[in-house]
C-alpha cells in the first residue's frame, strides 16, 4: 500500500522519505518529471516530447542515450552496436529499415570518437 500522497501531482509513495525526495521536483526548477524514467524538466511541452523517446518501450528504463538522435538505450553494448547506423557500418542487430532512415546523416568516425571518449 502507499499511504503517503503528493498534494503537487498525486503521485503515491510507500515511504515517506520517497515522498519527501519526490517534492524537491515541484518545488526546484524543474516541476515536471518522465513518469518512465525520471528526468526531470522545465516546460510540460518538453515533458510531452521527451516521453515520445518511451512510446516503444513503456517500461524500460534506458539511462544511455544516442548522443546523434533521441533513441535510449538500457546497455552501452546496445548503444554502441546502435551508433554503428550513424557511422554508416551496418549493424547486425538493428533492422535494415533503420539504416534506411538514419543512413542520410553520414557521420564521419572523427564525429562519434568525442562521444565514445565521454564513456
Ligand atoms: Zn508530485
Ligand atoms: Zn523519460
Ligand atoms: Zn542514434
Redesign the pocket.
Known amino acids: 500500500e502507499k499511504p503517503f500522497n503528493c498534494n503537487f501531482c498525486d503521485k503515491q509513495f510507500r515511504q515517506l522519505s520517497t515522498l519527501s525526495n519526490h517534492k524537491k521536483i515541484h518545488t526546484g526548477e524543474k516541476p515536471f518529471e518522465c513518469s518512465v524514467c525520471g528526468k526531470q524538466f522545465r516546460q510540460s511541452s518538453t515533458l510531452n516530447s521527451h516521453i515520445r523517446i518511451h512510446s516503444d518501450d513503456k517500461f524500460c528504463i534506458k539511462p544511455f542515450k ?1 548522443s ?2 533521441p ?1 535510449e538505450f538500457r546497455q552501452t553494448t546496445t548503444l554502441a552496436n ?2 554503428k ?2 557511422t554508416g557500418k551496418p549493424s547486425q542487430t538493428e533492422p535494415r529499415s533503420m539504416v534506411a532512415l ?1 543512413g542520410g546523416l553520414n557521420l564521419k568516425d572523427e564525429d562519434v570518437k568525442p562521444f565514445f571518449a565521454m564513456m
Open positions: 544516442c546523434i538522435c533513441k546502435h551508433i547506423i550513424h538514419n
